[in-house]
């Protein structure tokens, strides 16, 4: 199992978290996929296991997975983003779902042939994966009409329609006879015997009391506090005063003495008929007043005739026969004003006009007037970036000349023990401005771990090697000023707008206050330059939206991915690193964001991404990277990846690429660690003797000599903003964040105000007792 999963190299390494270094991330998603796989289950349901795997691993683990269902006879459901070509091909039946609903089930060999049926034709050289997830999408399934001569009404008729849902039930209901069977017998049984209609009305009264109690706390808590909050009071509220936990004799003891203390006949009324022990009071009269409990009471402490009534007198409950009548009455009450109460929340308690429904990921498509429109007011946004940096000019014109360079030395040269792991071995490279270089590898191969460390981010375990920025050496003070990070998680604050968390972090990190105190008219071009960061990323139609809850409401993922790089351009970064931002997302959202990742290159940044399952024709740089953290290729793609196929092409032993095969795929299969070891080849070691390495080194060679009539970058302050304004600016988000969530406030003061009066009333009550 662990060599199927590709888990050798990490069998003796703790797991660890967020705060212990452990698996990465796509070792953790393999690593829950083993466990189970192992178990005796023949059931399996598998959600997004691709996501944070390379292409390559996913195919290998899939293709393992159909070996089993077919000879181990076990059934497997697994949802997948971004499916390659192969990994499709693996899989026996498709389930197409959008919004909700299934569009197609069925065989995967027929999925083609039904879309055409519809008027949907797959284009020769587009993947199926892609197709499929696209064409349930209504802005871009149009490109896919076929036959658009013949006028479409229905796919088939009503009657037809009948007919395959009433046989599709049929075949569900003998698939699971036994259930149906036992209900029957069960419904029989119980409406034959007698017993139970004898608590009918009570047991129906209290059923609606509790539904329509529901739905109130439904209609009001819209948001997850309020109803978690509003849940545990109803609950602790029900349970104290149902007079099961409480007897109604001590309730009335505890009441009589809080208000014989404060003088009050309005709340001691109030207090007695909010009691909710009536469902308890029907019941218990209905069955205690019976014949079969007309005994006489020979209990002399209690006055009572019979023990019916002897029982309900010690519980405190009423033993008269009128009380059975008023409960009932009183039940159905309660359902009548919690229905009120529902009726009057559902309208009361809307959805606010900014917490949109959580939407789904489609892309945003510009028209030829909104891209031509979407150009950096030139003059005065560049002004204002450069006159928030607060650096010589020098250092402004090399702000967007910035290259990186790390040679990590072998660690045993340095004198360290051999038994540490070492995770980054003989790594050289660069990244240049305007051009998108990514980092690739099979997971576990160290490209995160790279990409903290460039990023100043590594801070545990031993560090050698050297990092240059425009020919000066890397200082850390100065080169977090002009990088960004991009995480995989995408974490705010739910209550903020778009517009709000980009001008918090602009005040925040970049120092314009002084700017705008002294000068009116940056005010303005602030606000132009954070529009036009909105409209760069592609988020200028949604601004004013919330960020929301993941899966809630508010922002969709492939958003929120957009976001966080916008978040980072705010602050005019020369340097940007994105760790993984199209993990858990599908093709057509993973495109979106690739978009604004190559908009962003454009404008003359420094980008760095690394990626798991790429479609590389984006890319103009790859660095290949293999376990053990060695970098197998680095150099440019050329045009449809030209370049890297001629260069593994020309390593004897390995295979052509095949029509039509996606390269990234082909290139993280062929330098897997089987196939390098069935080969006996070392990818690492031939690529440092190949004339591609001898080039990657002359250009960095180059690049680490500083230009002539240059200087290296120098802040005078450590942060561009002062402790004070930065902690104004985080106390205004803050602000923001509480103003926008009423409901959250109101419940805080709602629950402190409750439990304080409890406490007081308890307090009233020991003393007087």
Not at 91 to 105: A, H, N
Not at 453 to 459: C, E, Q, S
Not at 729 to 749: G, L, T, V
């Amino acid at each position: 199992m662990q060599h199927i999963l590709g888990l050798e190299i990490c069998a003796d390494i703790l797991v660890g978290d967020e705060m212990k270094r452990g698996l990465s991330g796509g070792q953790k998603k393999r690593l829950t996929t083993g466990e189970m796989l192992a178990g005796p289950a023949k059931s399996f349901f598998l959600d997004e296991i691709s996501t944070g795997l390379d292409s390559s691993t996913t195919f290998q683990i899939v293709r393992f997975m159909r070996q089993m269902v077919h000879i181990m006879d076990v059934t497997m459901i697994i949802a997948l983003f971004q499916p390659a070509p192969e990994t499709y091909e693996l899989f026996d039946d498709i389930i197409l779902l959008s919004e909700g609903e299934i569009v197609y089930q069925g065989p995967r060999e027929s999925v083609l042939h039904f879309f055409e049926s519809v008027g949907f034709k797959c284009p020769e050289r587009k993947g199926v994966a892609d197709f499929l997830q696209e064409i349930t999408s209504k802005k871009d399934q149009e490109q896919y009409w076929f036959r658009r001569d013949i006028p479409y009404q229905h796919g088939i008729s009503k009657w037809e329609l009948f007919k395959a849902c009433f046989s599709r039930e049929w075949l569900l209901m003998k698939r699971n006879y036994f259930l149906y069977i036992f209900k029957t017998f069960q419904i029989t049984m119980m409406a034959l015997i007698a017993m139970f209609f004898r608590q009918l009305l009570a047991f129906f009264c209290v059923n609606q009391m509790a539904l329509s109690l529901f739905r109130f706390i439904a209609a009001v808590g819209r948001t997850k506090v309020v109803a978690h909050i509003l849940g545990s009071i109803t609950i602790l509220v029900v349970s104290v005063l149902s007079g099961v936990t409480v007897s109604r004799t001590k309730q009335q003891l505890f009441f009589i003495l809080s208000i014989s203390y404060s003088r009050d006949l309005i709340l001691s009324l109030s207090c007695e008929i909010f009691t909710y022990d009536y469902g308890q009071n029907a019941i218990a009269i209905n069955e205690f007043l019976d014949k079969r409990w007309s005994a006489k009471n020979i209990d002399p402490r209690i006055p009572e005739p019979t023990d019916g009534k002897a029982f309900l007198n010690a519980r405190g409950i009423f033993t008269e026969d009128y009380w059975y009548w008023i409960s009932v009455a009183a039940l159905i009450g309660f359902s009548l004003l919690f229905n009120i109460f529902f009726h009057s929340g559902s309208i009361l308690f809307e959805s606010r006009a900014l917490l949109h429904a959580f939407g789904n990921s489609k892309a945003i498509i510009k028209e030829d007037e909104d891209q031509k429109k979407s150009t950096f007011a030139s003059s005065s946004v560049e002004n204002m970036a450069t006159g928030t940096t607060e650096h010589s000019s020098a250092s402004v014109g090399n702000s967007f000349e910035v290259s990186l360079v790390i040679c990590c030395q072998e660690m045993k040269k340095q004198g360290i023990e051999e038994n540490k792991l070492q995770l980054l071995r003989d790594i050289s490279g660069a990244f240049r401005p305007g051009i998108l270089t990514t980092l690739v590898g099979v997971s576990g191969a160290g490209k995160t771990t790279l990409m903290d460390v460039l990023a100043g981010r590594k801070t545990g375990g031993y560090i050698e090697g050297s990092i240059s920025i425009s020919g000066y050496p890397k200082n850390q003070a100065t080169f977090a000023r002009i990088s960004g990070y991009c995480e995989q998680n995408d974490i705010y604050i739910p209550q903020m707008l778009q517009f709000t968390n980009l001008l918090c972090f602009l005040l925040g990190c970049v120092s314009v206050t002084r700017l705008i105190r002294k000068h009116e008219r940056y005010v303005p071009i602030l606000q132009m330059f954070i529009e036009e960061i909105l409209e760069l990323v592609e988020l200028h139609s949604v601004r004013h939206f919330i960020v929301g809850l993941p899966g809630i409401n508010g922002l969709s993922t492939e958003q929120r991915k957009r976001l966080t790089i916008a978040v980072e351009l705010v602050a005019n970064p020369s340097i940007i690193f994105m760790d993984e931002p199209t993990t858990g997302l599908d093709a057509r959202a993973a495109a979106v964001v690739m978009r604004t990742v190559r908009n962003t290159v454009d404008r003359g940044r420094t980008v760095v991404c690394t990626i798991h399952q790429p479609s590389i024709d984006i890319f103009e740089n790859l660095l290949l990277m293999k376990i053990g953290g060695q970098v197998i290729y680095g150099g440019p793609l050329g045009r449809n990846s030209q370049n890297l196929i001629e260069y593994f092409e020309g390593i004897t032993g390995v295979p052509k690429i095949k029509d039509g095969y996606n390269p990234a795929t082909w290139m993280l299969e062929i330098t897997a660690s089987v196939f390098e070891s069935q080969l006996n080849l070392d990818f690492a070691e031939l690529y440092a003797k190949s004339d591609l390495y001898q080039k990657n080194q002359e250009l960095i060679k180059e690049i680490c000599t500083p230009v002539p009539g240059t200087k290296d970058l120098y802040f005078p302050t450590k942060y561009s903003q002062s402790f004070v304004s930065q902690c104004k600016a985080c106390f205004w988000k803050q602000n923001c964040s509480y103003w926008r969530n009423p409901e959250y406030n109101a419940i805080r003061f709602f629950v402190t105000i409750f439990i304080g009066i409890n406490i007081y009333e308890k307090y009233i009550f020991i003393r007087l007792m």
